[in-house]
């Protein structure tokens, strides 16, 4: 009969702690190695587009990804076309009245 006890925390942390197995009985077909798990972890972090820090970066001025379709492009969120527009006649404003003001000439 098997033994069915139920593996706590204390059990886990003995058994890392002397370097025993946790279940002894329990037979491995195929062994992982690091290199192995390595490259799962890998594979699996380059299907996660919406990881990084440019995506943090990006959710702040694109709206959220929609997970049901990822490859669709973002748009821009109302704050970030906005503000854009306020930054544009700014700069607008300012490149007009510099350009378009007289030039003055000093003669000696």
Do not use: W, Y
């Not at 380059?46 to 702040?60: E, I, M, T, W």
């Amino acid at each position: 009969m098997t033994n069915d006890r139920q593996i706590t925390p204390q059990d886990v942390l003995e058994a890392i702690v002397s370097r025993q197995p946790l279940c002894e009985g329990v037979v491995v077909d195929h062994s992982v190695t690091t290199d192995d798990v390595l490259a799962a972890f890998e594979v699996s972090m380059k299907r996660r587009s919406d990881l990084g820090v440019s995506n943090r970066a990006l959710n702040v001025f694109l709206q959220p990804r929609n997970p049901f379709e990822p490859d669709r492009t973002r748009k821009p969120k109302m704050e970030t076309v906005i503000f854009g527009l306020l930054f544009a006649i700014v700069v607008a404003a300012f490149l007009f009245f510099n350009l378009a003001a007289p030039r003055l000439e000093v003669r000696p």
